[in-house]
């Protein structure tokens, strides 16, 4: 089946400086990406779409200066959070969107913690 | 937006006991996910449905969409300790997945 990798699966960063969570489809190309955040006991909150060769699409109230996505390549989408704070840590999963399907796989998330 | 109403939120059962999660929506459903969550770890996708009345099962979960559409049913049975996990619901409004809150199932000896 298809497989979607996080990298990493777990950092730890000080407040004020900025993250970057990779998100890989191993075995497909990926037209579509979506990053969604995970608080404690909660469900899934979808953050923002990001689309290959385009800017993303962010959520109502999710800040897109804050959230940087960049989708470089069929295989990658990156997110970035830039000057990060003790209410940023949360649990980050990301799915992939086969190309021409309909179906989405779910990497299996990165825990962020912010000190 | 789409809303998912996830019931019950937490459910203990014994070893062996049978049990139902239940999601609905208040949308029609075009696409209704299910899928299987250990806190901290990421999504186990269990099934997908589509169509109306359409039911599907995976050794001992079984999952229905009702005919209308707007609610669907995850059944566990004779549940085993690796059952125990966070049940989600996930509707596809053909753009995103739309997620409920959860169903928190701990199963005991």
């Known amino acids: 089946g298809a497989v979607v990798s996080q990298h990493p699966s777990w950092v730890i960063c000080k407040s004020g400086t900025s993250v970057k969570i990779e998100c890989r489809s191993l075995?497909?190309?990926?037209?579509?990406m979506f990053w969604y955040r995970q608080f404690p006991k909660q469900s899934l909150m979808l953050m923002a779409t990001?689309?290959?060769?385009?800017?993303?699409?962010?959520e109502q109230g999710v800040e897109k200066d804050k959230f940087l996505i960049n989708h470089a390549s069929l295989t990658l989408s990156t997110l970035t959070v830039t000057s990060a704070h003790p209410e940023d840590s949360s649990f980050y999963i990301c799915?992939?969107?086969?190309?021409?399907?309909?179906?989405?796989?779910f990497g299996p998330g990165t825990r962020l913690t912010v000190t | 937006s789409q809303e998912l109403e996830q019931s019950p939120q937490s459910l203990i059962v014994q070893e062996g006991k049978n049990l139902t999660i239940n999601c609905t929506s208040s949308?029609?459903?075009?696409?209704l996910y299910w899928y299987k969550q250990k806190y901290g770890e990421g999504l186990i996708f269990l099934m997908m449905?589509?169509?109306?009345?359409e039911e599907k099962s995976h050794e001992k979960i079984t999952a229905k969409l009702d005919e209308k559409k707007q609610q669907s049913s995850l059944h566990i049975t004779a549940s085993q300790p690796s059952h125990a996990g966070i049940y989600l619901c996930?509707?596809?409004?053909?753009?995103?997945?739309?997620f409920g809150k959860g169903t928190s199932l701990l199963v005991t000896p």
């Open positions: 996930g509707a596809d409004d053909g753009y995103a997945l739309n």
């Open positions: 949308k029609t459903l075009y696409g």
């Open positions: 799915s992939a969107r086969e190309t021409g399907n309909y179906e989405q796989y």
């Open positions: 449905l589509q169509k109306g009345g």
């Open positions: 075995d497909f190309q990926a037209t579509t």
């Open positions: 990001s689309n290959e060769g385009s800017k993303a699409t962010y």
